[in-house]
């Protein structure tokens, strides 16, 4: 089993910044993967980014490369989302998610992740 739990959240304006943390328990932190995903109101759950749990691999949805970063603290059990340059669009709940699976590349399909955060909402406004 794994408990993530995310903050970090808020109200920014466009061109801003924000980081999110999510802080996991339970399971070694180091076996699984973590992911970051978002869902506007309306719209399906979208991948994000990602980390292997090794650290090994990185990746980003094309809306967020070069704006978004992602970072593990294996000691601390937790991952970081650095938020850049945001956007309106940018404005969803963001979740933290856990990929036991020990693969060597990110996987992006929102059913590869087996345990998920609360979430925490990030409002940009224009």
């Known amino acids: 089993q794994v408990q993530l739990v995310e903050s970090g959240g808020g109200l920014v304006q466009a061109g801003g910044s924000l980081r999110l943390s999510c802080v996991a328990s339970?399971?070694?932190?180091?076996?699984?993967?973590m992911g970051w995903f978002r869902q506007a109101p309306g719209k399906e759950r979208e991948f994000v980014t990602g980390?292997?749990?090794?650290?090994?691999?990185?990746d980003y949805a094309d809306s967020v490369k070069g704006r978004f970063t992602i970072a593990r603290d294996n000691a601390k059990s937790m991952v970081y989302l650095q938020m850049t340059s945001l956007k309106p669009e940018d404005t969803a709940a963001y979740y933290c998610?856990?990929?036991?699976?020990?693969?060597?590349?990110?996987?992006?399909?929102?059913?590869?992740?087996?345990?998920w955060g609360q979430g925490t909402q990030v409002t940009v406004s224009s």
């Open positions: 980390v292997t749990w090794n650290g090994g691999a990185i």
């Open positions: 998610a856990a990929d036991t699976g020990r693969m060597s590349r990110v996987r992006k399909w929102s059913g590869s992740y087996e345990y």
């Open positions: 339970g399971r070694p932190f180091s076996t699984y993967a």
